[in-house]
């Protein structure tokens, strides 16, 4: 097992107990979804204020909600397709609140150069998940580049608990930018059936490969 | 055998042979389309938490940090 996947597997023993909870209480998924944006509207506060544990507290708390909807849905049987959209709609509404929350911040702190890391990192976060939402409009799937919001929200917390949001902010934007071009690159290639750079460099490298592999026999 | 090995095609060569294996990781690790989960995102997460704590506050005109960090830590403890 990879260290992330024995961090996830940890994560989900509490989760399945608040879970069983939900199923037990019948709490509709929808009012989880919506729960988990009001405890985020106040992380937001407490990072404008500048109260980073509180907000990293309210934080975990916020993506326990946004865990658990679609898995009580589930066990309830009230999937449905306005459930996604109605969570995915919050979704944004959390990143974009806690986001504000730091430009807040750092304009009480006169940052003017992290006012505007904050903004561009909103921007491309928000980039992110509409590049992936219109390319599979158009093409089937469009998982690619790593930052995604699981991601983006668990740095939000490190940075929180650890008190280097600045730094958080950097990877943030750099990785979303990297994300954005992914994404975009991926539905160009996808719509026009280029080949793919990568296949090209695998492909020159198996060669090699096997030119070294036939040189040494001979 | 030498001879052959110095002349510009096989010079040629072996530049591509080093710079094919570098470019196809750089590549990868741009271009990403590796699960949760794998040790690529392993070594991922680490380089990312590396740089965000490591990375002294003061390098990244951080207005909210306080200390020197992980890396500010470190160093007093090496004193």
Known sequence: MTFTGAIGAICLFPLRAIIAACVALRIHPNVLTFTGVVVNVAAAWALAVGRFVTAGVLMVIAN???????????????????????????????DLSLFIGLIVLYARLDSAQYIIITALATMFSVMTSYTRARAESLIDKCKVGFMERPERIVLFMIGAFTNRMAAVLWVILVLSIITVADRIYYTWRELNGSRNVEETLAAEWQQQKARRQQRRVS | MAAAESTPTAKAGVVKRLITLPLLVLWRAFFWTYDRATWQYDLMVIAILAFVWLTPPSLLGDPAAQGDGLIGWILEKLK
């Open chain 1, 64 to 94: 326990i909600f946004d865990f658990i909807d679609g898995k009580v849905a589930k066990e309830l049987k009230m999937e449905s397709k306005f459930g996604g959209f109605w969570d995915s709609v919050m979704d944004r509404f959390s």
